[in-house]
């Protein structure tokens, strides 16, 4: 009985071991694809398990479920053919888009905010210290370009 149970299921017992052994791979080459075909052969297996069939159709049901499982995980996880993100960011281009006071007034184009616990050199119009900017842009790794931030107008002023 056990050789009989063992022969007609030994392609389930091979497609299942052959899934899991593509799964545990997937961890030592961490990419989110082994896991895909992993799983097909996984799933292949069970299926072979509890309802025989022949080697062609699991071979076409294998094929079908990598190519449905792939496309599922490209949505999952991003496109296969997306190039590579930007270039990691420095402090300063987190930054941009925020307002901030200037501690020290912009003259001749230069001047200062304070973010944080440290000061930022800053290149923009001439304003007053305490007026409130803009950071637009980043040039030269560190220094921050700001646009005056018009301050609100009055309850009076929009009637």
């Known amino acids: 009985m056990f050789h ?3 022969s007609t ?6 497609w ?3 899934g899991l052994i593509l799964c ?20 292949v297996g069970a299926i072979a398990f509890f309802a025989p ?31 590579p993100g930007p270039l990691p ?3 300063a281009h987190a930054l941009i888009g925020s307002d901030f006071l ?9 001047g200062r905010i304070r973010v944080a616990d440290s000061s930022w050199r800053v290149k923009g119009d001439d304003c007053p210290a305490g007026a409130k900017v803009r950071v637009v842009a980043v040039e030269d790794g560190s ?3 700001v646009e005056r931030v018009e301050p609100p107008r009055a309850a009076a002023d929009q009637r």
């Open 16 to 18: 299942l071991a052959g």
């Open 53 to 83: 069939l022949d080697l062609t159709t699991q071979l076409l049901l294998f094929g079908a479920l990598v190519i449905a499982l792939v496309m599922i995980g490209r949505d999952l996880y991003g496109s296969l053919h997306a190039g």
């Open 9 to 14: 299921h030994l392609a389930a017992l091979l």
């Open 24 to 43: 545990a791979a997937e961890t030592l080459a961490p990419g989110a694809f082994l896991i895909f075909i992993g799983a097909a052969a996984a799933i």
């Open 89 to 91: 960011q420095s402090r």
């Open 102 to 110: 200037l501690e020290e007034a912009i003259v001749h184009g230069h």
């Open 4 to 6: 009989s149970f063992f």
């Open 143 to 145: 220094l921050l370009r």
